[in-house]
């Protein structure tokens, strides 16, 4: 079975069995305790998301068929850099799902971006909320 990963308008490439896309991106409100805000009245971060970081397909998953989604949180810093990565919802109940999840959110932490700015226009640290879709077929 050929298995890979690929994103946005590069997914179902011919002769693939499985495809990736971010579903959405959205400025996240600050999580408790860590000094990271939305912005008010700014712009949110923006992971930019291209096939140099596209999660592959996890050698666990050689069985694996279904389409699930993997939640992620990513904090961007004032320069446009990923400072922390974490899975904000788990795509399924299964250990071969946290695999996938864990996949994106490696892969994706990777990825350039562009960061946010506060309101008066300069870079600031903010949260961006990122939905990727496993879409696996035999």
Same mark, same amino acid.
């Given at each position: ?28 409100? $600050? ?20 096939? $140099? ?16 989604? $993997? =939640?992620?949180?990513?904090?961007? #810093? ?22 996938? #999840? ?6 994706? $932490? ?7 700015? #506060?309101?008066?226009? =300069? ?13 696996? =077929?035999?």
């Amino acid at each position: 079975m050929n298995r890979s990963s690929c994103l946005a308008a590069l997914c179902c490439v011919p002769g693939l069995l499985c495809s990736g896309a971010v579903l959405a991106q959205s400025g996240a409100a $600050s999580a408790p305790g860590s000094g990271i805000s939305a912005p008010t009245g700014g712009r949110s971060a923006t992971l930019l998301v291209q096939e $140099s970081c596209a999660p592959p397909i996890p050698m666990q998953a050689e069985n694996v068929v279904g389409t699930f989604v $993997s =939640h992620l949180l990513f904090t961007i #810093d004032g320069q446009g850099k990923v400072i922390e990565a974490e899975i904000e919802s788990p795509s399924g109940p299964t250990a071969v799902h946290r695999t996938f #999840d864990r996949a994106a959110r490696d892969a994706l $932490s990777l990825c350039p971006a562009k960061p946010g700015t #506060d309101a008066e226009g =300069h870079p600031a640290a903010t949260m961006v909320s990122v939905q990727f879709t496993w879409k696996l =077929h035999r």
